[in-house]
Every structure is written in C-alpha cells, then in structure tokens.
C-alpha cells in the first residue's frame, strides 16, 4: 500500500506564492502519474495539475500560466509550484497518484490533503 505525505500548505496573501510537496512510500510495482487535486467549501474536488512519468502534464485553465508542477521519479516525489496566488485559489489540495500494485492491478492514492488560504 502507498502512502502519500503532503507538506506546504499554509496562509498566502494574493499575489504571493507557496510550494507543495508530496512524498509516496511504501510497496507498489510503479507509479504511472502523480498529481493535485483541490477541494473548496460547498465544491466538487477537481484536478488542478498532473504529471506523468514521461513527462507530460495537464493543468487546470485557472492555473495555467500561474502554477507548475515537476516530479522526481527516481524519488517518487511531485510538487506544485502556485504563483500569483488568487482568493479562489483558497481549498484543501490533495495528493494523489496513479500506482501499479502488480504488473495488472493498479489503483489511485491519496493523500491527507494540506489547506491552502490565500487572503485578499
């Protein structure tokens, strides 16, 4: 089972900027693509940024341009860099990645997720 640590959430005033990280640990085949997703109160939890392990990524359109997201696979380690912070960009964001078990089985993780609150 993966388990996925998140740190770098915090309080921002908009405009400025904060960094998140995610960890995965544990016993797992491979990890195919890790990601963010985010929550705000009262809203559906959406996809704010993926990366797969070729490389490739996909943002959200509110944060392209103002966030990017890099990865470490000898590490199993993705971030998300989020600049020019707006209000609504304020929302629980959660770790997630795409992880092989076995060569056949595969399943999506979680993390815990890490408040980000951006003040205006």
């Known amino acids: 089972q993966v388990q996925l640590v998140e740190s770098g959430g915090g309080l921002v005033q908009a405009g400025g900027s904060l960094r998140l990280s995610c960890a995965a640990a544990?016993?797992?085949?491979?990890?195919?693509?890790m990601g963010w997703y985010r929550q705000a109160p009262g809203k559906q939890r959406e996809l704010v940024a993926m990366?797969?392990?070729?490389?490739?990524?996909n943002y959200a359109d509110s944060v392209k341009g103002r966030f990017t997201i890099s990865s470490d696979n000898a590490k199993n380690t993705v971030n998300l860099q989020m600049n020019t912070l707006k209000p609504e960009d304020t929302a629980v964001y959660y770790c997630?990645?795409?992880?092989?078990?076995?060569?056949?089985?595969?399943?999506?993780?979680w993390g815990q997720g890490t408040q980000v609150t951006v003040s205006s």
């Open positions: 997630n990645a795409n992880v092989w078990a076995s060569a056949h089985i595969s399943y999506a993780a």
């Open positions: 990366i797969t392990r070729g490389g490739s990524t």
């Open positions: 544990g016993s797992f085949f491979s990890i195919n693509a």
